[in-house]
């Protein structure tokens, strides 16, 4: 393995870290604990963190939460304002009989009801179950039925994706919009508005705060259970990744049906008091840009799939907008290649800090610092207090240069706690002791720095996006004229990978345009957009293992063209 990564030096400045080793040293997260109140007072809500305890205890009640455009409308919400209309939103789910461990469901497209929603959820004890706004019927069905949802929140827009006859423990829809033909619903906003505040509902650290579905190689999306307590990882890669501090303005461009649109989307920024901005609406690079320069955006966290398409608009795209404000961009979700960070060292005249994480781990774990030199290509370093390394199949730590099992050493503050309804799925990740296996194969340089080499499992990551190759095949199995599919990323300039669909059709079927339209169609409405496959192939079969599975690795030789010596 070559050794001779381009280095982009690191930055004089005070950042909040200044040395990495010496931090990897000393920090202990239980000393990152005594920078919440709930260490003094022993009582614990994310909910207080983010929002109430800047409004009681730091004098900020009416500096800014939030700034929210979708082009229509611009709007600004105070923390006071929202630490009122959540607790107004706690009291009208208690109202409903909604308590501590409910779980439920918030499908809504990134607007200000849906942040305010969660807090209010969190507020009450209950657990939030993230749904993607572009979710078709199947995934919402799959999500709000395993998690046993007894209240989802949503748009007039989104209701018909909701199969409340296949959900019988959902029992309270909400919308948060004007909606006069929905007469089994309840409104938000009139409820929220003639609703009193409640105390908060104090939470043991290792309660649930949210359950989000992730898509793995096999089978359906897992619910990942994740903890009240990990606020504590939330805020230290806050200070140390994101470099984030009082004046920042903070933008992360991931929705929050996705990890990172929660972690990072608001938590994290509102448990140190920093406003976040969200822009609703599909991406578009020119409103992009303008958002960074409407509100002055200091720090901002996006993926490289977005870089690339606001790279597309060109270099005068950029010349449009004062960007003089926006001093720290990290990317995440994607590999961050050279010509991205190129492009931003060349246009934004500051470089991209690429971080490391995954659904599973809850917080930021492998990251580039501003202290630190960024090598061309690596993810960077642990984070201090994780334990990450390279290890072969029995667990054993390989040396330098050599690719194999990225792990991270298990115990760590944001870790998910479990699979919701699957304890086994969860244990199949630390199955090699003492490893929390990632299912990404990496490396890692003489020096320490991590190399992300792809994924193991046949997962595929499409614009930042995880697709689980199974729900996809068993989508195009359901159509009849399919007999066997099999589903593979295939490595795209634009978006890193695209699904690939390669397809056995039953005897007699002739392919045509027609049928692959319904093909993708059926995929794209059952499941979601982002997973219908934009290539399809047929096969005359599918690969298949000894026990019968789909055979990832042959699929994978297909489609990057390597002779594998199996007939397509
Ligand atoms: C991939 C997103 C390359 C990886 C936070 C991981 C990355 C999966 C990077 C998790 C990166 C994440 N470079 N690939 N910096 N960060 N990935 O759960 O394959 O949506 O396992 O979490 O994204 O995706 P997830």
Not at 158 to 181: C, M, Q, T, W, Y
Not at 365 to 379: A, F, W
């Amino acid at each position: 393995m070559a050794y001779d990564h381009k280095i982009y030096r690191a930055l004089p400045g005070e950042h909040n870290l200044t040395d990495y080793t010496e931090a990897c040293e000393e920090l202990r997260f239980e000393s990152v604990e005594r920078q919440f109140s709930w260490h003094s007072t022993g009582r614990l809500n994310i909910a207080y963190e983010a929002v109430d305890r800047n409004v009681m205890e730091k004098n900020m009640g009416d500096s800014i939460a939030l700034y929210f455009s979708d082009g229509a409308k611009d709007i600004r919400y105070t923390f006071a304002q929202i630490k009122d209309l959540s607790d107004k939103f706690a009291a009208v789910l208690r109202k409903c009989g909604i308590k501590k461990g409910d779980r439920v469901g918030v499908f809504l497209p990134r607007s200000p009801e849906l942040y305010i929603s969660f807090i209010g959820i969190f507020k009450t004890g209950a657990v939030a179950v993230p749904l993607f706004e572009a979710f078709m019927e199947e995934a919402v069905k799959d999500r709000l039925g395993d998690s046993g949802a007894v209240a989802v929140i949503t748009v007039t827009e989104l209701l018909e994706r909701i199969p409340r006859e296949a959900l019988p423990g959902l029992k309270h829809l909400f919308v948060v919009n004007e909606s006069p033909d929905h007469p089994n619903v309840i409104h938000w906003w009139p409820e929220v508005e003639k609703s009193d505040a409640l105390p908060i509902e104090w939470v043991d650290r290792e309660d649930p705060m949210f359950i989000l579905y992730a898509s793995g190689a096999d089978g359906r999306a897992k619910g990942l259970v994740h903890v009240h307590g990990a606020m504590v990882g939330y805020l230290i890669t806050g200070q140390w990744v994101h470099d984030l501090k009082k004046d920042d303005v903070y933008w992360c461009t991931a929705d929050p049906g996705w990890i990172t649109g929660i972690v990072y989307g608001f938590l994290t920024p509102w448990i140190m008091g920093v406003p976040v901005v969200v822009r609703g609406g599909r991406f578009n690079a020119g409103d992009w840009c303008a958002t960074l320069a409407d509100y002055g955006v200091s720090v901002w966290y996006s993926a490289p799939t977005a870089f690339r398409m606001i790279m597309s608009g060109g270099e005068e795209l950029l010349k449009k907008y004062d960007l003089g404000r926006l001093r720290h961009i990290l990317s995440v979700g994607e590999p961050l290649t050279e010509e991205v960070l190129e492009w931003s060292l060349a246009n934004l005249n500051q470089p991209i800090y690429d971080t490391w994480w995954m659904s599973e781990t809850g917080m930021n774990m492998i990251c580039n610092y501003r202290c630190l030199d960024i090598k061309l290509g690596s993810i960077g370093r642990p984070f201090p207090g994780i334990g990450a390394a390279v290890v072969d199949d029995q667990g054993s730590i390989l040396p330098p240069g050599q690719i194999g099992n990225l792990a991270i050493r298990a115990g760590w503050p944001a870790m998910a706690r479990d699979v919701w309804n699957d304890h086994e799925k969860y244990e199949e990740y630390f199955k090699i002791k003492p490893w929390f296996i990632s299912g990404d194969a990496a490396y890692m340089d003489k020096d320490g720095w991590f190399y992300f080499q792809g994924r193991l499992d046949g997962v595929i990551n499409t614009a930042g996006e995880r697709v689980g190759p199974f729900e996809v095949e068993a989508k195009l199995e359901e159509h009849p004229a399919v007999d066997r599919a099999g589903v593979v990323g295939k490595p795209d300039q634009l978006r890193g990978e695209i699904v690939k669909a390669y397809i056995a059709l039953r005897e007699g079927v002739i392919w045509s345009r027609e049928l692959h339209d319904q093909l993708r169609n059926t995929v794209k409405t059952g499941l979601a957009a982002h997973a219908a496959p934009r290539e399809i192939e047929v096969v005359a079969a599918i690969p298949l293992t000894r026990e019968g599975k789909v055979d990832r690795r042959v699929l994978k030789e297909w489609v990057l063209g390597l002779n594998t010596g199996q007939p397509k």
